[in-house]
């Protein structure tokens, strides 16, 4: 079974801060790993994906995230928070290789606060 | 391209009351899926489908129905309506198969069950 863990339910940041939201997952095989953003009254909207090749990956609206395989860990980053980027951040796996790799597990969100 | 579309937005159902809750998109993904939020819970599949004509089940299936006659929509029935059914319901879209990666959602329909 695949499962994806975000201790923090709530991460505060000063505007013009470093952000971090944090992202462990487990999976059997190799992972598919993506962060979504939710705001307000919204649908998720896509942010960035790890499939494989380079450990940083590049997303939407200057945030970036870091695969790490060892600590399998894959956390969300901004070097400087905007009070805009206030929303609910979701962590989600795939399996590349299990026998349900079409679903995407989610994990519980992070709501992140921005502080002007 | 309009996305995904889901209707209705909002809608208030007595205890055993059924409905079908709509979703269509218009970029011809295979994938498409359902998913319930609630506070704490994070997104739940309900249901998926990876094509017109085939339908699984997702984490938490029961009380749900769903077909996929088409490649454009998939909808999801609600039987007979209970409290616990009380979430937000958002459907998804993406292409399917090996590469299947970033999945399209949307609005999300706002259900409360009395």
């Known amino acids: 079974a695949q499962s994806v863990a975000q201790p923090e339910d709530q991460v505060n940041v000063a505007e013009g801060n ?37 450990n940083l990956v590049k997303g939407s609206y200057g945030f970036e995230a870091e695969f790490n395989k060892s600590q399998t860990s894959f956390h969300l980053k901004k070097p400087s928070a905007l009070v805009s980027d206030s929303a609910l951040y979701f962590c989600a796996v795939r399996d590349m290789d299990g026998a349900g790799s079409y ?7 992070t709501k992140l606060s921005v502080i002007p | 391209n309009a996305g995904v579309t889901q209707t209705p937005k909002f809608q208030v159902l007595k205890t055993g009351q059924s409905m079908t809750l709509q979703c269509a998109q218009d970029m011809n993904h295979e994938y498409m899926s359902w998913y319930r939020q609630d506070p704490g819970m994070g997104l739940r599949l309900i249901h998926y489908s990876v094509g017109a004509g085939i339908t699984d089940q997702g984490e938490v299936p029961n009380g749900y129905n769903v077909s996929r006659s088409t490649t454009e929509d ?16 958002f459907c998804a879209s993406s292409v399917a198969g090996i590469n299947t990666d970033t999945q399209y959602f949307g609005p999300g329909t706002r259900l409360t069950v009395l």
């Open chain 1, 18 to 54: 470093p952000l971090t939201v944090k992202c462990t997952y487990s999976v059997s095989g190799n992972p598919y790993l993506f962060w979504y953003v939710q705001y307000p009254n919204r649908g998720l909207q896509f942010l960035l994906k790890y499939i494989t090749g380079d």
């Open chain 1, 103 to 109: 679903q995407l597990t989610f994990g519980k969100g």
């Open chain 2, 74 to 89: 998939f909808p999801l029935r609600l039987l007979s309506a209970a409290p616990s059914q009380t979430s937000v319901y």
